[in-house]
């Protein structure tokens, strides 16, 4: 989707919140993927993005277009869900939960769910390389995790992550550089 | 020199390629629909549930209500019009069963085990649609028994 047929689908689901089901289709697979490959758990990555779209459910009557693309602000929506997670970590309870503890939302666990999480889970698990990178980064501020993240992970370019974290590109630059020097070490000490 | 080649690598790192992603639907579906079961039970009940609290204050308190007396009024024309006689059932009686359709609809979940040859029925503990449901089965049994009063009276 570009800018202007995101700007229009904006403005067609102001008027008909429906239609949210047409971003949700072209977002969620590759925040969840984000969400994942920050957290490396199906199940929190499944809340997190949930929490995320919710949010964003609830929130898109409110959002003004600036030219900051739709999907940006979804991924900046999950990076402050993934940043709250792992600032509270084991007390994280998203509104989600909330509103699935009072029964006003619930998502099945079906077989089907749960062999989708044992093949995410040994996808993950095949990848060594990423493992030791996911978990060095899970050590730095988040700050650093932020950046990298989207530049490695999600291979965003500088300007894209700017517009993400609404930080400008020269602050995203020094992150980035003063972060791969801080993981590359903590790598290095951990082997 | 070390950073620049950690970059790189960084740069060529394989993330896990995550595809075929199946619970998004359910997650969509309870996104979009959530509470608008129980909006529209509520939309649906209302006409019928102002027209018996009319019904209580006129005919037990002696109350009376400029509104109610000509919404009274209105229906008692249209049960006159052969066209349009069923509009006043529609309205108190189909309204509420549709409520109640809607709502158990949104409150029951089946399951099939096919291992065990189970079928697994789950009733979700949603105040609000439970109490919709209860109101409209109370709407809709009022009017059955008037009717069946007005029957028995007149028959």
Request: proline share 3%; with cysteine.
């Amino acid at each position: 989707m570009n800018l202007e047929e995101e700007k229009h689908l904006l403005q067609q689901i102001k008027t008909d919140p429906e239609k949210f089901g047409v971003l949700f289709d072209a977002c969620y697979q590759p925040i969840f993927k984000y969400i994942l490959r920050r957290v490396a758990d199906y199940d929190i990555s499944r809340d997190i993005a949930a929490e995320c779209f919710l949010k964003a459910f609830l929130n898109i009557q409110s959002f003004t277009w600036k030219g900051i693309s739709l999907s940006s602000w979804l991924y900046r929506i999950a990076t402050n869900e993934i940043n709250y997670y792992f600032r509270q970590h084991k007390q994280y309870t998203s509104s989600l939960e909330q509103l699935k503890n009072r029964g006003e939302f619930d998502m099945m666990d079906s077989p089907e769910y749960v062999n989708e999480k044992q093949l995410l889970e040994k996808e993950l698990e095949q990848h060594n390389e990423f493992k030791r990178v996911q978990k060095g980064l899970t050590q730095l501020d988040i700050k650093y995790q932020e950046v990298l993240s989207l530049r490695y992970f999600e291979k965003k370019s500088i300007l894209e992550i700017a517009e993400i974290l609404n930080k400008n590109e020269g602050t995203v630059k020094s992150l980035l550089s003063r972060g791969t020097g801080k993981l590359r070490k903590l790598i290095m000490n951990a082997t | 020199m070390e950073n620049k080649k950690f970059e790189e690598q960084l740069e060529n790192l394989q993330t896990p390629q995550v595809n075929d992603i199946r619970h998004q639907q359910s997650l969509k579906v309870n996104l979009l629909n959530a509470r608008k079961s129980s909006r529209i039970g509520i939309v649906f009940i209302t006409l019928p549930c102002l027209f018996l609290f009319g019904v209580f204050m006129k005919y037990f308190l002696g109350v009376q209500f400029p509104v109610f007396t000509a919404l009274e009024d209105a229906m008692a024309n249209l049960d006159k019009t052969p066209f349009l006689k069923w509009i006043s059932p529609v309205l108190l009686v189909g309204l509420p069963l549709l409520a109640i359709i809607i709502n158990t609809l949104a409150i029951t979940h089946f399951y099939r085990d096919k291992q065990r040859k189970e079928l697994l029925i789950t009733i979700k503990y949603r105040l609000l649609n439970i109490s919709i449901l209860i109101i409209s089965i109370c709407i809709v049994a009022i009017f059955i028994l008037f009717a069946i009063g007005e029957y028995m009276h007149h028959g």
